[in-house]
């Protein structure tokens, strides 16, 4: 499959980026070959293997199933609760997405994770097709913190930090006493203030604000 036949735009990305991406690219078409050929190969029925993989790709290549590849493609596993937290995407598309990747076999069910208090069914966790145990372990453990109530209100007091002071104030760079002094602000306890403290740096820090401790 030629890939000028994928209708991909990333012209405004850094040439590092696109590098990688197309790689990527590369990589996802070999993977759908491979499924789309082996569930062909038995077929009684006359198939156009070419026609089948364009249409896979473009499929794949749409914008929300592409944000999905992407974060499998970094972080290797994820669930679809974490992937609606960390890409903002509405659970429909979310759950959309992982069907079509699932279809195409770049990603398998792993395990199931453990319920939580608010979710007592058991979601899935879900794997790239070359993702390892590590990535797995990792990805648990994140799910863990998402669904922790404290880590939860955490993040929100994070957020709210970033927009009331860092954005409002044009700030890029902060210093930790003065998250410390935030918290307190809001009355968050001595027992949970280090926990408050970590979730903000890490926010602020993924957001390109500098923490000085």
Not at 68 to 74: N, P
């Amino acid at each position: 499959m030629k890939s000028s036949e994928i209708e991909f735009n990333d012209s405004d990305a850094p040439e590092q980026v696109r590098e990688s991406r197309t790689n990527m690219i590369y990589d996802i078409l070999i993977r759908i070959e491979q499924v789309v050929f082996s569930r062909t190969t038995c077929s009684t029925e006359p198939v156009d293997v070419q026609t089948l993989l364009v249409r896979a790709a473009r499929t794949c290549l749409r914008e929300n199933n592409w944000r999905v590849i992407e974060y499998f493609a970094k972080h290797g596993c994820a669930s679809g609760y974490i992937l609606i937290r960390k890409l903002g995407m509405a659970r429909n598309s979310v759950y959309d997405a992982l069907g079509v990747l699932h279809d195409y076999g770049l990603i398998n069910a792993v395990t199931k994770l453990p319920p939580t208090t608010k979710r007592k069914k058991r979601a899935v966790l879900w794997g790239w097709f070359d993702s390892t145990e590590k990535q797995a372990l990792t990805a648990v453990s994140l799910y863990n913190r998402l669904t922790d109530p404290l880590y939860m209100k955490a993040e929100k007091l994070a957020m709210d930090y970033m927009e009331k002071v860092v954005i409002k104030e044009g700030l890029s760079e902060v210093r930790y006493p003065q998250i410390l002094q935030y918290l307190r602000e809001n009355r968050v306890s001595s027992m949970d203030i280090r926990v408050f403290g970590e979730v903000a740096i890490k926010t602020l820090k993924e957001n390109g604000v500098k923490v000085w401790q």
